[in-house]
């Protein structure tokens, strides 16, 4: 069983920064990419950015520039540092990954952490 834990959410001032961390655990193989998504409620989940096993990356347009993916491959961890945070990037985000482990590959979600920006 693979899991994926989410933390670093919460209530922050526009223009302010927050970092998103979230763990990969089980019986992993491999990680073919991992991520982030947000949803606003009543609207789609949408991407906001990934990275791949090869260290390609993808972009939300809305937050390019201002925010970045990284990753700890040995801690099978990825991060999401936010800065000149706006009240639209306001939404539930939820971490992504897409994994090998001894259950075959499998797309994981996170439970989700709530990102809050005041204006």
């Known amino acids: 069983q693979v899991q994926l834990v989410e933390s670093g959410g919460g209530l922050v001032q526009a223009g302010g920064s927050l970092r998103l961390s979230c763990a ?5 193989f491999s990680i073919n990419s991992m991520g982030w998504y947000r949803q606003v409620s009543g609207k789609q989940r949408e991407l906001v950015a990934d990275i791949h ?3 390609d990356t993808n972009w ?3 937050v390019k520039g201002r925010f970045t993916i990284s ?21 539930v985000y939820y971490c992504n990954a897409l994994i090998t ?14 990102v809050t ?3």
């Not at 990969?24 to 992993?28: C, E, L, P, R």
Request: no cysteine; aromatic share 8%; hydrophobic share 25%.
């Open 71 to 91: 990753r700890d491959i040995a801690k099978n961890t990825v991060y999401l540092q936010m800065s000149s945070l706006k009240p639209e990037d306001t939404a």
């Open 60 to 62: 939300a347009d809305s």
């Open 101 to 114: 482990s001894d259950w075959g590959r499998g797309n994981y979600w996170g439970q989700g952490t709530q």
């Open 117 to 119: 920006v005041s204006s």
């Open 24 to 28: 990969a655990s089980g019986s992993i």
């Open 53 to 55: 096993s090869s260290g």
